[in-house]
T-cell receptor, first 114, second 115 residues
Framework: EPEVTQTPSHQVTQMGQEVILRCVPI?????FYWYRQILGQKVEFLVS????????KSEIFDDQFSVERPDGSNFTLKIRSTKLEDSAMYFC????????????FGPGTRLTVL | AQKITQTQPGMFVQEKEAVTLDCTYDTSDPSYGLFWYKQPSSGEMIFLIY??????QNATEGRYSLNFQKARKSANLVISASQLGDSAMYFCAMREGGSARQLTFGSGTQLTVLP
């Protein structure tokens, strides 16, 4: 069964460093998403991406964040200068624009900013 | 106002019993979708079941069913014949209509299945 994959599973970085989180969405899906979940809290939407551009973004997704689809399979989230409060689980998801348009999530990348 | 409300932070159920996890939602959009996801302690988010606002019947997927009461704006998840592996956090989420595709999640319910 096709699935969303994410690398790395855990990333530790120093405050102020740049990180890139990588995702491979399900191959025939058209929409890609990033969400984050701070420990013990609800899942929060960051950004959605369609046809090589951002289609929606939340207030959390400020200038420190960017997304890219550098090739036909990868979808990345870059955080330019990490802050302590960026520590969270980051989930990538994808959907196929069907009637249900169900979003399937990857296993997540746990980002720890020291 | 909260768009998705899950009022049960924690629930316990005996193995093989049924359990209902509550979810209420708030939207003025006539077209929306409701989703339930399971998050085991390992952290991944697993899609369980979907209910569309125009769907005439309550959704079912194996041991999962959705008790959809549109007038009351509730979409409760029913898990029948609970198993130890059902112990996890359960999130209700909504996608409102139009071009927006983002999911809005509730705060979750931690379900523990007791042997």
């Amino acid at each position: 069964e096709p699935e969303v994959t994410q690398t790395p599973s855990h990333q530790v970085t120093q405050m102020g460093q740049e990180v890139i989180l990588r995702c491979v969405p399900i191959s025939n899906h058209l929409y890609f998403y990033w969400y984050r979940q701070i420990l013990g809290q609800k899942v929060e939407f960051l950004v959605s991406f369609y046809n090589n551009e951002i289609s929606e973004k939340s207030e959390i997704f400020d200038d420190q964040f960017s997304v890219e689809r550098p090739d036909g399979s990868n979808f990345t989230l870059k955080i330019r200068s990490t802050k302590l409060e960026d520590s969270a689980m980051y989930f990538c998801a994808s959907s196929d624009a069907s009637y249900t348009d169900t979003q399937y999530f990857g296993p997540g990348t746990r980002l720890t900013v020291l | 106002a909260q768009k998705i409300t899950q009022t049960q932070p924690g629930m316990f159920v005996q193995e093989k019993e049924a359990v209902t996890l509550d979810c209420t939602y708030d939207t003025s959009d006539p077209s929306y979708g409701l989703f339930w996801y399971k998050q085991p302690s390992s952290g991944e988010m697993i899609f369980l079941i979907y209910q569309g606002s125009y769907d005439q019947q309550n959704a079912t997927e194996g041991r999962y069913s959705l008790n959809f009461q549109k007038a009351r704006k509730s979409a409760n998840l029913v898990i029948s014949a609970s198993q130890l592996g059902d112990s996890a956090m359960y999130f209700c989420a909504m996608r409102e209509g139009g071009s927006a595709r983002q999911l809005t999640f509730g705060s979750g319910t931690q379900l523990t299945v007791l042997p």
